[in-house]
Nanobody, 127 residues
Framework: QVQLEESGGGSVHPGGSLKLSCEVS????????VGWFRRAPQRERELVAA????????FYKDSVKGRFTFSRDRAKTTLSLQMNNLNPDDTAVYYC????????????????????WGQGTQVTVSS
């Protein structure tokens, strides 16, 4: 059974930092697309960052570039999202996801291409 378990969410003041982690079990990752997504209140789920498990270019949502860093620990089968200089617009439920499909580069950023999802972790940024 494939399981993705996020952790690390919480509440911070603007300018603060959080690091999200996602532990993947029950699935053997190779060059799969892996991603972080978020859903803010009354908004659609959107891509935050995506990359291939095997390496290569990381895609970031424009508004998080320079503030968020997506990394992976292949030994621990863990994805991480370091989030710095957070602002209230970053408030959302954050999800990690993996795709079981053989995707081309342009497809990695598409939410509908992801097959397995974590339960989400809440990030709240407020003063």
């Amino acid at each position: 059974q494939v399981q993705l378990e996020e952790s690390g969410g919480g509440s911070v003041h603007p300018g603060g930092s959080l690091k999200l982690s996602c532990e993947v079990s029950g699935y053997s990752l190779s060059n799969n697309a892996v991603g972080w997504f978020r859903r803010a209140p009354q908004r659609e789920r959107e891509l935050v960052a995506a990359q291939r498990w095997g390496g290569g270019t990381t895609f970031y949502k424009d508004s998080v570039k320079g503030r968020f860093t997506f990394s992976r620990d292949r030994a621990k089968t863990t994805l991480s999202l370091q989030m710095n200089n957070l602002n209230p617009d970053d408030t959302a439920v954050y999800y990690c996801a993996i795709s079981a499909r053989n995707l081309i580069a342009s497809e990695i950023r598409k939410i509908e291409q992801y097959d397995y999802w974590g339960q989400g972790t809440q990030v709240t940024v407020s003063s």
